[in-house]
């Protein structure tokens, strides 16, 4: 029998599902459109190219103690990239999450979270200058206790005019001792 007071959460949890797995459709789109064309990329400008600068908006899906608190945590984000050539780069990642709530970490103790701010330093690879995927360690800083967190991300870039793109993605942070937290975002880039 199910316990009809935690109605919320169980709808909750299938909802965020079903978002996911239309995400990933989504991503997936220019996969099945882009499988058929070009057999060989070959970019003009791709030589010139070595930064590129994005800004982001992401909802992170936070696991929060409290069940009438919001899960789902708006944050800003910007990148800044460096290529070493044209599929490797590293980069500076920077978020903040714009609401409070609390979180149990994994030495069962609940904490607040007060608008954290995350840093953190990637090595990111990308094949055909469309998926992208990163990996690297950070820290979430708040008032109260700041976190280590190792952070993976894979993003699609859809190429628009002048070197600009749009970026799907999804992205995994586990913070050591603490919790995890999944991001969907979305970012608009600049590549010079």
Known sequence: MIDLSSGGSIFFFFSMQKQFVLFISILMIPFALDAQSELSHTDTDSSEVRFRIALASLNSYVPTVQESE???????????????????????????????????????????????????????????????????????????????????????????????????????????????SWSLGLAIGKSF
């Open 70 to 180: 919001r899960m789902l945590i708006p944050a800003w984000g910007l990148e800044f990239e460096y290529f070493i050539d044209h599929q490797w780069a590293i980069a500076g990642n920077f978020e903040l999450e714009l609401l409070n709530y609390i979180v149990e970490t994994g030495e069962e103790e609940a904490i607040s979270r007060d608008y954290p701010f995350i840093a953190s330093l990637l090595l990111i690879h990308e094949f055909n200058n469309r998926l992208v995927l990163s990996a690297g360690y950070g820290k979430e800083f708040e008032p109260r206790k700041n976190f280590d967190l190792l952070t993976f991300t894979a993003s699609y870039k859809v190429p628009l005019s002048q070197n600009w793109d749009l970026s799907p993605g999804i992205t995994y942070n586990s913070r050591f001792n603490a919790y995890d």
